[in-house]
């Protein structure tokens, strides 16, 4: 509440409760307006009223009477104080609620109406025993420069600054850069100090820095006077930190336990002696379906089945038969709308001073979902033994001690040994001989790195590779042992079987080589790399683009581009492609036969080529043709050049007289014959010269 700083103003200031109708203060400047003593207005309260003129007194009286709590008045009246002149008074009321107390407080700032010049408060001998005396930090500052001008002692006490300090600073000086701002704003607002002549304000709660940088809470109450001829302001900081730190203890307090309340996931409750519900939170209240005005007084019973209603009943009079003792009950309630909920609680009872039962509170959950999941963990848990059971891979599970916990069908059958020997027992007990084997320092290497491992062991004994996956767990690890024996060696027959192909592709002297989508090179064998170079003097690399190659005119490259896409595009051709030696300068002939890739799906990811040098074939080739081409020119020259003379020959020997060998005609027919026979000896003659030349 504010104190006697007030009296050092030239306004009466008078506080007032209404509720114990009693003055809290009265400022000793009252005597100079109202003519009046503070302990005569004590004493007699009517002392006031009767002063004011009776044409205002019962207006004035209903106005004061009707005022609202945090609504201001002012009020405008003519007193007549005896022995002197009728004065006019102006009467600021407001009406507020005491934080402390809860009492409606009338304080009321009383002026006279007149214009005049403050005194200089320093000449107050009344001012200078309040300011100095005053047992909360006091100031004046001025209004231009925001400068102090005279502090009190508690002021430098409080906030750690000499007099000295406090002289050559400002009210920004005693608050952080944020808070500056907000007092240039408030002052901004309020249009800085200029307040009505006489009038007292409270400016609120601030924020204020010591010296050493504690946060001192100030309520502040100012009210404008004259100093030094100077307008100024004088400020009283009444230190509330102490105040505003229990109050937002307290409320921090009630706002943890309302929040933990709300925020809680389990039920709270709590029921009368009659069985009604005198408490329920929100979270009860939410699951349910009801609102606390519903549930509020009604008996237990709305919220239970009537087939368990007997479990309730039984403990809530164990609650009332057992003070202290946590009762326990499990059982199905319903909410508004008709759903059943599996709830778990946990009661005991409320003793009063008298150690009397008074109430009996609650604490449960609803568990519907804890016990559907728990049946479905146990279906899953039924469903993972079946599989662990059915799957061929070996599967067990040690613990941290090295102790088998679970083994399937699969691992007993490789093992050869029941499981009855393992479960239970040390993994290296029971199988001593994998202690130094890849098994054993996987093992121990998945506890020191506690991260999983997987390798692959050969056992010589029984002449079988293992494949195994270890996975480490807080409980222990969790093992799968496939035997990979056959795959095993049918990676090795594969291998076996590429190793022996990539031989024979590459002992082969054609040319075989692929290309992917982008026309790059995917695979060459070593004859195309080795005639590639030759013919270009660069040697081709995987991955480059072979349509591009080094050492071909950009009209070969063209050429091969339109190749590669065209068998891209899904056609298997063969072309006869020409080269030439670059040493020899001679041409080379190779059949190049393109073939589209083709994965799984039908998409064609690629091109594989063949090509083979046929630059001998073609020779002999056109050698065979030249020779058919001999043999035709032979036939021709039999079929015309030897027929004539031997048609001639054959018709003289027919005319020739065969039963007279001496007749004188067959001598002539002799010499045409010899004739005859000379022309089929040329003849012969020039058929084996063309046999062997060419040439007629």
Same mark, same amino acid.
């Given at each position: 509440?504010?104190?006697?700083?007030?009296?050092?103003?030239?306004?009466?200031?008078?506080?007032?409760?209404?509720?114990?109708?009693?003055?809290?203060?009265? &400022?000793?400047?009252?005597?100079?307006?109202?003519?009046?003593?503070?302990?005569?207005?004590?004493?007699?309260? $009517?002392?006031?009223?009767?002063?004011?003129? $009776?044409? +205002?007194?019962?207006?004035?009286?209903?106005?004061?009477?009707?005022?609202?709590?945090?609504? &201001?008045?002012?009020? &405008?009246?003519?007193?007549?104080?005896? *022995?002197?002149?009728?004065?006019?008074?102006?009467? %600021?009321?407001?009406?507020?609620?005491?934080?402390?107390?809860?009492?409606?407080?009338?304080?009321?700032?009383?002026?006279?109406?007149?214009?005049?010049?403050?005194?200089?408060?320093?000449? $107050?001998?009344?001012?200078?025993?309040?300011?100095?005396?005053?047992?909360?930090?006091? +100031?004046?500052?001025?209004? /231009?420069?925001?400068?102090?001008?005279?502090?009190?002692?508690?002021?430098?006490?409080?906030?750690?600054?000499?007099?000295?300090?406090?002289?050559?600073?400002?009210?920004?000086?005693?608050?952080?850069?944020? /808070?500056?701002?907000?007092?240039? $704003?408030?002052?901004?607002?309020?249009?800085?100090?200029?307040?009505? %002549?006489?009038?007292?304000?409270?400016?609120?709660?601030?924020?204020?820095?010591?010296?050493?940088?504690?946060?001192?809470?100030?309520?502040?109450?100012?009210?404008?006077?004259?100093?030094?001829?100077?307008?100024?302001? =004088?400020?009283?900081?009444?230190?509330?930190?102490?105040?505003?730190?229990?109050?937002?203890?307290?409320?921090?307090?009630?706002?943890?336990?309302?929040?933990?309340?709300?925020?809680?996931?389990?039920?709270?409750?709590?029921?009368?002696?009659?069985?009604?519900?005198?408490?329920?939170?929100?979270?009860?209240?939410?699951?349910?379906?009801?609102?606390?005005?519903?549930?509020?007084?009604?008996?237990?019973?709305?919220?239970?089945?009537?087939?368990?209603?007997?479990?309730?009943?039984?403990?809530?009079?164990?609650?009332?038969?057992?003070?202290?003792?946590?009762?326990?009950?499990?059982?199905?309630?319903?909410?508004?709308? *008709?759903?059943?909920?599996?709830?778990?609680?946990?009661?005991?009872?409320?003793?009063?001073?008298?150690?009397?039962?008074?109430?009996?509170?609650?604490?449960?959950?609803?568990?519907?979902? %804890?016990?559907?999941?728990?049946?479905?963990?146990?279906?899953?848990?039924?469903?993972?033994?079946?599989?662990?059971?059915?799957?061929?891979?070996?599967?067990?599970?040690?613990?941290?001690?090295?102790?088998?916990?679970?083994?399937?069908?699969?691992?007993?059958?490789?093992?050869?040994?029941?499981?009855?020997?393992?479960?239970?027992?040390?993994?290296?007990?029971?199988?001593?001989?994998?202690?130094?084997?890849?098994?054993?320092?996987?093992?121990?290497?998945?506890?020191?790195?506690?991260?999983?491992?997987?390798?692959?062991?050969?056992?010589? =004994?029984?002449?079988? +590779?293992?494949?195994?996956?270890?996975?480490?767990?807080?409980?222990?690890?969790?093992?799968?042992?496939?035997?990979?024996?056959?795959?095993?060696?049918?990676?090795?027959?594969?291998?076996?079987?590429?190793?022996?192909?990539?031989? =024979?592709?590459?002992?082969?002297?054609?040319? !075989? +080589?692929?290309?992917?989508?982008?026309?790059?090179?995917?695979?060459?064998?070593?004859?195309? !790399?080795?005639?590639?170079?030759?013919?270009?003097?660069?040697?081709?690399?995987?991955?480059?683009?072979?349509?591009?190659?080094?050492?071909?005119?950009?009209?070969?490259?063209?050429?091969?581009?339109?190749?590669?896409?065209?068998? =891209?595009?899904?056609?298997?051709?063969?072309?006869?492609?020409?080269?030439?030696?670059?040493? %020899?300068?001679?041409?080379?002939?190779?059949?190049?036969?393109?073939?589209?890739?083709?994965?799984?799906?039908?998409?064609?990811?690629?091109?594989?080529?063949?090509?083979?040098?046929?630059?001998?074939?073609?020779?002999?080739?056109?050698?065979?043709?030249?020779?058919?081409?001999?043999?035709?020119?032979?036939?021709?020259?039999?079929?015309?050049?030897?027929?004539?003379?031997?048609?001639?020959?054959? *018709?003289? !020997?027919?005319?020739?007289?065969?039963?007279?060998?001496?007749?004188?005609?067959? /001598?002539?027919?002799?010499?045409?014959?010899?004739?005859?026979?000379?022309?089929?000896?040329?003849?012969?003659?020039?058929?084996?010269?063309?046999?062997?030349? *060419?040439?007629?």
């Amino acid at each position: 509440m504010p104190n006697h700083t007030y009296a050092a103003v030239n306004d009466c200031i008078t506080i007032f409760d209404t509720d114990e109708q009693k003055f809290l203060f009265i &400022s000793p400047a009252i005597v100079n307006i109202l003519g009046i003593t503070a302990s005569q207005l004590r004493q007699d309260h $009517s002392l006031w009223l009767a002063l004011i003129g $009776s044409e +205002w007194r019962e207006e004035i009286g209903a106005t004061i009477k009707n005022l609202q709590v945090n609504e &201001s008045v002012e009020l &405008s009246y003519k007193i007549h104080i005896p *022995g002197q002149t009728a004065k006019n008074i102006i009467d %600021k009321k407001s009406l507020v609620i005491d934080g402390l107390s809860g009492n409606k407080i009338l304080q009321s700032t009383i002026t006279e109406d007149r214009q005049e010049t403050q005194e200089n408060i320093e000449e $107050s001998s009344v001012f200078s025993d309040l300011f100095y005396k005053n047992a909360n930090p006091v +100031w004046i500052t001025d209004i /231009e420069t925001l400068r102090f001008v005279k502090v009190n002692h508690t002021a430098i006490t409080n906030y750690g600054y000499t007099e000295q300090e406090f002289l050559l600073m400002t009210l920004n000086d005693i608050r952080s850069p944020l /808070e500056a701002e907000k007092l240039g $704003s408030f002052l901004q607002e309020r249009g800085r100090f200029l307040l009505p %002549k006489g009038d007292f304000s409270k400016a609120g709660t601030w924020k204020h820095l010591s010296k050493n940088g504690h946060t001192i809470f100030a309520e502040i109450n100012w009210y404008p006077v004259k100093y030094n001829n100077r307008a100024c302001v =004088l400020v009283e900081a009444v230190d509330v930190t102490t105040q505003l730190g229990y109050q937002e203890e307290v409320k921090l307090r009630e706002q943890f336990l309302s929040s933990l309340i709300d925020s809680q996931t389990n039920f709270l409750i709590r029921i009368d002696i009659n069985g009604h519900f005198s408490f329920a939170n929100k979270q009860f209240l939410r699951i349910f379906g009801y609102t606390a005005t519903e549930l509020i007084g009604q008996h237990f019973s709305i919220c239970t089945i009537p087939q368990e209603l007997h479990l309730c009943n039984e403990a809530f009079e164990q609650c009332l038969s057992n003070p202290g003792k946590i009762v326990r009950l499990v059982h199905k309630k319903p909410d508004i709308n *008709g759903g059943i909920h599996d709830t778990d609680w946990e009661f005991i009872s409320i003793i009063d001073d008298c150690g009397t039962v008074c109430e009996i509170q609650g604490i449960g959950q609803d568990i519907t979902n %804890k016990l559907k999941i728990e049946k479905e963990v146990k279906a899953a848990s039924e469903k993972l033994n079946v599989f662990i059971e059915s799957i061929t891979d070996s599967f067990f599970i040690v613990d941290n001690d090295w102790k088998f916990v679970t083994v399937n069908s699969a691992f007993e059958q490789m093992t050869n040994t029941p499981r009855e020997e393992m479960l239970g027992n040390v993994l290296w007990e029971v199988f001593p001989e994998i202690m130094d084997s890849g098994f054993g320092r996987a093992y121990y290497e998945i506890i020191e790195k506690r991260q999983s491992v997987k390798f692959t062991e050969y056992f010589e =004994l029984i002449d079988k +590779w293992f494949s195994t996956s270890v996975y480490p767990s807080a409980e222990g690890i969790t093992m799968y042992v496939k035997d990979i024996t056959h795959e095993r060696r049918a990676q090795e027959e594969a291998n076996w079987a590429k190793n022996s192909l990539e031989a =024979l592709i590459n002992n082969t002297h054609d040319h !075989i +080589w692929s290309v992917d989508k982008e026309m790059r090179y995917v695979y060459m064998n070593n004859a195309y !790399i080795t005639e590639t170079t030759h013919l270009t003097g660069v040697e081709p690399k995987e991955g480059a683009y072979s349509y591009m190659h080094k050492g071909y005119t950009p009209q070969i490259h063209q050429e091969w581009k339109i190749y590669y896409q065209q068998a =891209l595009d899904g056609e298997q051709y063969t072309i006869i492609n020409e080269s030439i030696d670059r040493e %020899k300068n001679t041409p080379l002939y190779f059949e190049v036969s393109f073939n589209p890739i083709y994965t799984q799906q039908g998409e064609i990811i690629g091109v594989g080529c063949f090509a083979r040098d046929i630059t001998q074939r073609l020779k002999i080739e056109q050698e065979l043709i030249d020779q058919n081409e001999r043999l035709r020119n032979i036939a021709s020259l039999s079929s015309h050049e030897i027929r004539r003379p031997v048609a001639s020959m054959m *018709g003289l !020997i027919s005319i020739m007289d065969r039963n007279n060998f001496y007749n004188p005609d067959n /001598e002539q027919i002799i010499e045409h014959i010899l004739t005859v026979s000379t022309e089929i000896d040329d003849v012969i003659r020039l058929i084996v010269d063309n046999t062997f030349t *060419g040439q007629v």
